[in-house]
Every structure is written in C-alpha cells, then in structure tokens.
C-alpha cells in the first residue's frame, strides 16, 4: 500500500505556496511509494481521490502561522491545529479536511511550515524553500522527525 502527501496553498502568496512547491518538487523527483495530491486552496475536493487511492498513511502539508522563525518546520496535532496555529488560504478549515481524512485513513499527519511573509505576487522566501527540500528529504528517507527549526 502506497503512502500519499497532501498539499495545501497557493503558489501565488509568497510563502503559502509551500505545500504547491513540495508538490512540485514530489512530481518531478518522484519518491517510490509514495504519491502526491497539490491539494491547493481547496484540498477537500480531492477526498475522491484518497478515497481511491487507499493510503495506508496521508501526510498533509501547509504553511502555517506558529511565531516561531522562518522555515522552521513542526509535526502538528489536530489540538494544535484547531487552536492557534492556523494560516490558510483553502475554504474549510483544517481540522474539517483532517477529519474527513481520518474518516478514509487511520494515520493522518500534518506537517506545517512556518512563513516568512505571504503576499500576492511574492516568491517563496529561500528559509521556506530550504525548509520544503528538508521536508522532501525526510519523506524520502522514510522519517517524520520534527520539529526541525530554521537557522
């Protein structure tokens, strides 16, 4: 049973485009077992897809306001998550979508990347950047070890 990441944002808002970017980078540099879904602003509209899909696990990755520094990158709970930290463009909340998810897979993880600035327009700020190579790496060396901090 294959693996699949989910990511959330929009790559034209500087640093929300995070979760589109690790997409990118997972399209292109395809790591075996492993499947992705660039969820975009609206990832619910892909639960079809997990649905067909049958992960035995689902990461989902966004960039998240957590005031900690540029880049810095942490495996969130759902608690975490329906409390403060919460930067997302995407119509549904994110405890909604990891609900739903959950419904479909039983182990669901989120991983959120903490932005530099989100801004129409804007790139992807190199601490972000550098951060979504090392959340690319640690998939495909098999690892969900964070938190890893910027710096």
Known sequence: MDKLVITVGNELMGDDGAG???AMFLTHKAIPGWKVINGGSVPENYLYKVRDFKPEMVVLVDACEMNLQAGSI???????????????????PLTFFISALKELVSKVYFIGIQ???VGFGLPVSPQVRRAVEIVYQNLQSGKLDFPYLSG
């Open 115 to 117: 932005p530099a600035i």
């Open 74 to 92: 942490r495996l969130l709970s759902e608690n975490e998550i329906a409390g403060e930290f919460i930067l997302s463009t995407h119509r549904l």
């Open 20 to 22: 589109p970017l690790l």
